[in-house]
């Protein structure tokens, strides 16, 4: 089934829109919106790459260098996290694949390939051999997230771009540990893991953004989703992709009825309870890349679930011709169980959002991948 036509057609309603959004917040770090209107994070904030990646995919459909020209100021302002050392935790993929990432893929600019160096050495030296995992942020030692699979991209580059496997190996022992303790035998997904970061040993998992420790957090699940299937892409390796399917399957079974993921999967689901559009996109996106990897009929089958979530999403939760709201979705939840962002608009939700309409555009110049 090709969806070709209907997804040109949305490219071009989100491409409207966001030449006023462009306009009205220019080079700021958007996260969540409130009553419709954009708030803004510092520069350290693990969403800042998401706008920079919205800009560049305009860019790429429009060739307009007023996108372009905000993006790399975005960029640019990044840098004095990156060069503070202390304000890096493991977000690094998130923040600078899709701005230095996208940069450096479309115009090969040399500053952004060592920015992009720099954050891929950041990140493999969180590894902790003992436990074999990325350490997640500053103020734990022992943990792991399930997010990270979403920042180890950056090592798949740094390992590609220098011809030097190591990056490779570091996302691999962090996968094993992911596949082992992060996928559940259900095919659920556990938010955060604990481990004592002397020894190595796994301890238990740890409530995150879920409503419980042993709940299903949608958007852990479409970080599984969308890592696992950038994963099997570099590793191609036969056990990531029975997970992926596993965990794929997991989520397009607990969708709701409109194919769009409440926050949590675990929760008592009726019609007030927060759906999660950022999950559901970040998902669209993984389901479609899984369908690269596989025979027709089942490439077929996860193609056009992609399409029904991003249809969906169009149909029932976007603001593309609400010039009130300044973000392309609405209907995402950032974190419930801290009472922050409930069904908002989320910068991530639209990133997601236009990658999945742009994938099915026929766009192959992905930036997770790092490379034409
Ligand atoms: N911790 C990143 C997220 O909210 O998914």
Redesign the pocket.
């Given at each position: 089934m090709c969806y070709k036509n209907w997804a040109n057609d949305t490219m071009n309603r989100i491409l409207n829109k966001l030449e006023s959004t462009a306009l009205q917040i220019g080079a700021s770090f958007p996260h969540a919106t409130k009553d419709g209107i954009y708030t803004f994070e510092g520069s350290q904030f693990?969403t800042n790459g998401f706008w920079p990646g919205i800009l560049w995919m305009a860019y790429q459909n429009t060739k307009d260098e007023k996108f372009a020209n905000i993006a790399k100021e975005i960029e640019n302002k990044m840098d004095e996290v990156l060069d503070s050392f202390e304000l890096l935790d493991h977000d690094m993929g998130f923040m600078w694949m899709l701005s230095a990432g996208a940069n450096y893929m479309i115009n090969g600019n040399k500053e952004s390939r060592l920015r992009l160096l720099k954050a891929s050495s950041h990140l493999a030296g969180r590894f902790n051999p003992k436990g074999q995992f990325i350490r997640a942020w500053e103020w734990e030692k022992g943990q792991m997230i399930i997010?990270c699979a979403m920042n180890l991209p950056l090592l798949y580059w740094a390992t590609d771009e220098l011809d030097d496997p190591r990056f490779a190996h570091i996302a691999h022992s962090h996968l094993e540990t992911v596949l082992k303790y992060s996928i559940r035998p259900d095919s659920s997904v556990n938010h955060i893991l604990e481990f004592d970061p002397q020894s190595g040993e796994f301890l238990h998992a740890v409530a995150g953004?879920g409503a419980a420790a042993d709940s299903a957090w949608s958007?852990g699940t479409s970080w599984a989703v969308y890592g696992l299937a950038l994963a099997y892409r570099h590793f191609k390796e036969e056990e990531i992709l029975i997970k992926l399917k596993n965990v794929s399957n997991f989520f397009i079974a607990n969708l709701a009825e409109d194919n769009v993921a409440h926050w949590d999967f675990r929760v008592e689901r009726n019609s007030n309870t927060p759906r999660d559009t950022s999950a559901t996109a970040c998902a669209a996106c993984g389901l479609l890349e899984l369908s690269e990897y596989l025979p027709k009929a089942e490439a077929d089958m996860y193609r056009k679930k992609a399409y029904l979530m991003l249809k969906s999403l169009t149909d029932n939760y976007s603001n593309l011709e609400n010039n009130n709201m300044q973000s392309l979705l609405n209907g995402a939840t950032?974190?419930y169980t801290y009472n922050e962002n409930i069904n908002v608009g989320l910068i991530y939700a639209d990133y997601f959002y236009m990658e999945g309409i742009s994938r099915l555009c026929g766009n192959k110049d992905i930036f997770w991948y790092g490379h034409i």
């Amino acid at each position: 089934m090709c969806y070709k036509n209907w997804a040109n057609d949305t490219m071009n309603r989100i491409l409207n829109k966001l030449e006023s959004t462009a306009l009205q917040i220019g080079a700021s770090f958007p996260h969540a919106t409130k009553d419709g209107i954009y708030t803004f994070e510092g520069s350290q904030f693990w969403t800042n790459g998401f706008w920079p990646g919205i800009l560049w995919m305009a860019y790429q459909n429009t060739k307009d260098e007023k996108f372009a020209n905000i993006a790399k100021e975005i960029e640019n302002k990044m840098d004095e996290v990156l060069d503070s050392f202390e304000l890096l935790d493991h977000d690094m993929g998130f923040m600078w694949m899709l701005s230095a990432g996208a940069n450096y893929m479309i115009n090969g600019n040399k500053e952004s390939r060592l920015r992009l160096l720099k954050a891929s050495s950041h990140l493999a030296g969180r590894f902790n051999p003992k436990g074999q995992f990325i350490r997640a942020w500053e103020w734990e030692k022992g943990q792991m997230i399930i997010d990270c699979a979403m920042n180890l991209p950056l090592l798949y580059w740094a390992t590609d771009e220098l011809d030097d496997p190591r990056f490779a190996h570091i996302a691999h022992s962090h996968l094993e540990t992911v596949l082992k303790y992060s996928i559940r035998p259900d095919s659920s997904v556990n938010h955060i893991l604990e481990f004592d970061p002397q020894s190595g040993e796994f301890l238990h998992a740890v409530a995150g953004q879920g409503a419980a420790a042993d709940s299903a957090w949608s958007r852990g699940t479409s970080w599984a989703v969308y890592g696992l299937a950038l994963a099997y892409r570099h590793f191609k390796e036969e056990e990531i992709l029975i997970k992926l399917k596993n965990v794929s399957n997991f989520f397009i079974a607990n969708l709701a009825e409109d194919n769009v993921a409440h926050w949590d999967f675990r929760v008592e689901r009726n019609s007030n309870t927060p759906r999660d559009t950022s999950a559901t996109a970040c998902a669209a996106c993984g389901l479609l890349e899984l369908s690269e990897y596989l025979p027709k009929a089942e490439a077929d089958m996860y193609r056009k679930k992609a399409y029904l979530m991003l249809k969906s999403l169009t149909d029932n939760y976007s603001n593309l011709e609400n010039n009130n709201m300044q973000s392309l979705l609405n209907g995402a939840t950032g974190a419930y169980t801290y009472n922050e962002n409930i069904n908002v608009g989320l910068i991530y939700a639209d990133y997601f959002y236009m990658e999945g309409i742009s994938r099915l555009c026929g766009n192959k110049d992905i930036f997770w991948y790092g490379h034409i």
